[in-house]
C-alpha cells in the first residue's frame, strides 16, 4: 500500500510538470505564429496577378477578305477563276444559270459606260442581237434611239442646211455691200442731173435753149431719180432678206440644238435604265468581284454546279496586307476591366500553341456600343493589334490565312490576394451600409 500511494504522489506531481507550460516557449509561440501571419499578410499585398478574360477572335487584314455570297439558287452557268487566281475589282468569277449571256452583259456594260462619258463621240453601233434576258425591251428601246442618233449624226442634215444658210447670208452681204457702194454714185448721178435740168429751165425761160432741150434734160432728171429711188428699194429688200435668213438661220439652229438634245437626252435615260438593269442582273446573277486580289474556293466547284442563296461561293484575299489584326468578341461580362494597350495572349486554332507557341498582341480599340450576335447575346467588337505580327512566343513565323479563327486571352490589370480577399466583404459590408 506505502509502494501503490508513493506511485500516486509522483504521478501528480508529473502530471503538473506536464501540465504547465514554460513561459519562454509561449512567448516565442505567438511570436512565431504573428511573424508567419504578418508574412502571409505581406505576401498576399504584395503577390498580385491579373485576371484574363477570354473571347474568340478572328485574323483579319486591314483590308478584309471580301466574301463572294450568291444571291440567287441555280447551276453556275460560267465559271471564269481558278481558285488561287488573282482577280481584278469588276472582275465576273462565275454567272449563276439565268435567260441573259454574260458575255453580252459584259459588252453592253463596256459599251454604255464609254457612250456616257461622251455621247457625241458615238462612231459605232452595238449588235441589235445581244441576248440580255429580261432587260431586252429596254434595249430594244435604247438601240433605235441611238440609230436615230447615229443617222443624225452623219447624215448631217442640219449642220449642212446651217453651213448654205450661212454662205448664202454671207453672199447677200457681199451683194449688200456692193449695192451701197453704187448707191452713192447713183447719187451723185442725180444731183448732177438735178443741177443741169434746173439750169436749163432757167436758161429755156430765157430762151437759150428750146423747150425740146429742156424735155430731154428732164427726162435725164426724172431717170436719175428713178435709179435712186431703185437702188433704195434694192437695198431696203437686201437688208429686209438678210434678215430673213438670219432668222431662218436661227431657227434652224434651234432645231438642231433641239433634235440633239432630244436624241441625248433619250439615250442618257436609257443608260441610266440599262446600267440600274445590268446592276440589279450582277447582283442576283453575277458574283463579281469587288476587290483586287486572290479567288479562295470555299468548295470544290464546277460549272453546272448547284448553288444556293446565302452560300459564300469565293473569298477574295486583297492582294496586299499591310497589317494584320484582331477582331474579337467580348461578352458584357467583366468588359469593364478591359482597356487599351492590355496584353493580349492568342492561340490559333490552326497551329496548337504547345507546338507552334503564341502570338502577343495589344488591345487597341474596344467599340462604344455593343451589337448583338446571331444567338441575340451582346458583345463588344474589341481590336487587337499584333506588334510582331504572326510571329509566336516559339520563335515561328506563321502563314497568314484569311479569317483564321483563335482564342484571345486579355490580361487585364493586377490585383493582390490581400484586395481579393477583401472585396467580398467589402461587397457585404456595402450593400449591408446601404440596406
Known amino acids: 500500500m506505502d509502494i501503490n500511494k508513493d506511485i500516486e504522489l509522483r504521478s501528480e506531481e508529473f502530471q503538473e510538470v506536464l501540465g504547465s507550460v514554460p513561459s519562454w516557449i509561449l512567448r516565442r509561440g505567438i511570436t512565431l505564429v504573428a511573424i508567419i501571419i504578418l508574412i502571409g499578410l505581406t505576401g498576399s499585398a504584395v503577390f498580385k496577378y491579373p485576371d484574363v478574360i477570354t473571347t474568340s477572335m478572328t485574323l483579319t487584314g486591314s483590308t478584309p477578305a471580301a466574301a463572294i455570297v450568291a444571291r440567287t439558287s441555280g447551276k453556275i452557268q460560267h465559271l471564269d477563276v481558278a481558285d488561287k487566281q488573282l482577280v481584278e475589282c469588276g472582275d465576273y ?25 461622251k455621247i457625241d463621240t458615238i462612231i459605232t453601233l452595238p449588235s441589235k442581237d445581244l441576248k440580255l434576258g429580261s432587260m431586252q425591251s429596254v434595249y430594244s428601246g435604247f438601240y433605235i434611239t441611238l440609230f436615230d442618233y447615229h443617222q443624225f449624226k452623219r447624215l448631217q442634215y442640219y449642220t449642212q442646211k446651217i453651213d448654205f444658210m450661212k454662205e448664202k447670208i454671207n453672199q447677200y452681204q457681199v451683194y449688200y455691200k456692193t449695192i451701197a457702194g453704187q448707191q452713192s454714185i447713183v447719187k451723185e448721178q442725180f444731183q448732177l442731173n438735178k443741177k443741169q435740168y434746173q439750169r436749163d429751165s432757167l436758161l429755156n425761160k430765157r430762151g437759150v ?20 429711188e431703185n437702188i433704195y428699194s434694192t437695198i431696203q429688200n ?15 439652229e434651234y432645231q438642231y440644238q433641239d433634235k440633239k438634245n432630244q436624241l441625248e437626252t433619250q439615250i442618257k435615260t436609257y443608260i441610266a ?11 442576283n446573277y453575277a458574283l463579281v468581284s ?50 487599351p494597350g492590355q496584353k493580349v495572349n492568342i492561340r490559333l ?26 444567338q ?25 490565312l484569311p479569317e483564321m479563327k483563335a482564342q484571345a486571352d486579355i490580361i487585364t490589370e493586377d490585383i493582390s490576394l490581400l484586395e481579393r480577399f477583401f472585396m467580398p466583404i467589402r461587397k457585404i459590408w456595402t450593400e449591408g451600409t446601404m440596406n
Not at 209 to 228: D, F, K, V
Not at 238 to 252: A, F, G, P, S
Not at 297 to 324: D, H, L
Open 93 to 117: 468569277m462565275a454567272v449563276i444559270e439565268n435567260p441573259a449571256n454574260s458575255n453580252d452583259i459584259q459588252i453592253l456594260k463596256t459599251y454604255i459606260q464609254q457612250l456616257n462619258e
Open 209 to 228: 435753149i428750146s423747150s425740146e432741150e429742156l424735155e430731154t434734160s428732164r427726162n435725164q432728171y426724172l431717170q436719175g431719180y428713178l435709179s435712186l
Open 238 to 252: 437686201t437688208e429686209m432678206q438678210i434678215t430673213q435668213m438670219q432668222e431662218n438661220l436661227l431657227d434652224t
Open 273 to 283: 435604265q440599262l446600267l440600274s438593269e445590268i446592276q440589279s442582273w450582277e447582283l
Open 290 to 339: 469587288p476587290i483586287q486580289g486572290e479567288v479562295a474556293f470555299t468548295n470544290y466547284w464546277v460549272e453546272n454546279q448547284n448553288v444556293t442563296a446565302g452560300e459564300i461561293v469565293f473569298s477574295v484575299v486583297p492582294e496586299k496586307n499591310n497589317q494584320i489584326m484582331g477582331k474579337a468578341r467580348m461578352p458584357l461580362q467583366r468588359s469593364g476591366k478591359v482597356k
Open 349 to 374: 486554332e490552326n497551329f496548337p500553341d504547345n507546338e507552334y507557341g503564341i502570338i502577343k498582341g495589344r488591345v487597341n480599340n474596344i467599340s462604344m456600343v455593343p451589337v448583338k450576335d446571331e
Open 376 to 400: 441575340g447575346m451582346d458583345y463588344y467588337t474589341v481590336e487587337i493589334n499584333l506588334p510582331e505580327g504572326l510571329k509566336t512566343t516559339y520563335n515561328k513565323e506563321l502563314p497568314y
